[in-house]
């Protein structure tokens, strides 16, 4: 059909397996094997991986260049920045759903806890404590956005995932304790650190429910907030006028850290949701720790390797976990980005178009079983 809305491929509720459209038997099983691959992971996986290995190498270069800089004049170059890079990557309607006005209140809870507290508390908490602690208590934000996306959007955590969490909170612990024997200052740093993580766990949890919308656009209306209200409060404290250079650095800090991070945040919550986007998010903060040991800091302790000997066990857990189960698709409509090899999307085009396209469209009701993550599609209780 010609028109943007889909049609429903069938009304007969529920079918068994999935329609194969008329294909051969082996022509569906061999899509239905695609289906039961673990692709749709792997694929969010490594997309997780590339914000986190952005955002993870930002940590100590935020300690590094925002020495001398108040903590709000910090966030707000980085969100500046974050802003600037995502009216860049902006696509068409025709390729990404546009942001809607029903999503106004999420975005500035988003941008309050994630563009806002989030880096003014890591940019405090680093002036006080090692880049090295703070970017391995940093994992504790995949803690919080598991936890927080089990209550919200009741995404599937079983025994693994909670032994994962533990793990990651014991780790937490160890890091503390570690800063506790080099001062009252350290332990107050690193609270400041997980405030920060506390808050980004909320901000990822809320911005699972615009991860269908354009990213580009998402991280530009969420940076030009940020960066608004952190400037804002910059000039309510007095706090002084940043180096030029620093400033340059800092805003290419948030572009890419913070602004193409973003953006690959939401295409892995996309793909596979919130909790286990978090969980391979967690790696960040193992980049954060080698950049900094490479940029000449020291003080590595039992404690220290400890904590990262458990997070370490508790992202793995996290990420050989599988989920298979017999499911139903209820009828539904509405508008992202998709193609039509993915076995769920099957209405027809004229002419039909090559890649990724947005528009609204209709999926019919449907039974089958094969692994899935809690991604658009996937979002059933348990």
Known sequence: MSSGVGQLASKQVPV??????????????????????????????????????????????????????????????????????????????????????????????????????????????????????????????????????????HETLDRRVTLAMTLLTLGGMALVLDRAQAGASQVTGLLAVITATAAWGVDNTLSRGVAERDPGQVVMVKGALGALATAVLAFAFHESTPPVWAAIALLVVGATGYGLSLRFYLLAQRAFGAARTGSVFAFAPFVGAVVAAALGERGASPWMFGGATLMIAGIVLHLVEGHEHDHEHEATEHEHAHTHEDGHHDHTHDPMPGGPHSHVHRHAPIRHAHAHVPDEHHAHRH
């Not at 999935?18 to 969010?44: F, H, K, N, V």
């Open 16 to 153: 068994e397996r999935a329609d194969c459209g008329g294909r051969s038997p082996l022509a569906c099983s061999m899509r239905l094997m695609a289906e039961s691959t673990t692709l749709p992971a792997l694929r969010g996986g490594l997309i997780a991986l590339t914000a986190a290995l952005l955002f993870g190498v930002s940590t100590p270069l935020v300690q590094r260049f925002g020495v001398g800089i108040g903590s709000f004049s910090t966030a707000a170059l980085l969100y500046a920045g974050a802003a600037l890079v995502g009216a860049l990557i902006r696509q068409p309607a025709e390729r990404e759903a546009r942001l809607k006005r029903s999503d106004g209140r999420r975005i500035v809870l988003m941008a309050f806890f994630g563009a806002a507290v989030g880096p003014v508390a890591l940019a405090w908490g680093l002036q006080h404590t090692s880049g090295t602690s703070a970017s391995l208590m940093l994992t504790l934000e995949a803690v919080f956005t598991a936890v927080l996306a089990r209550l919200w959007y």
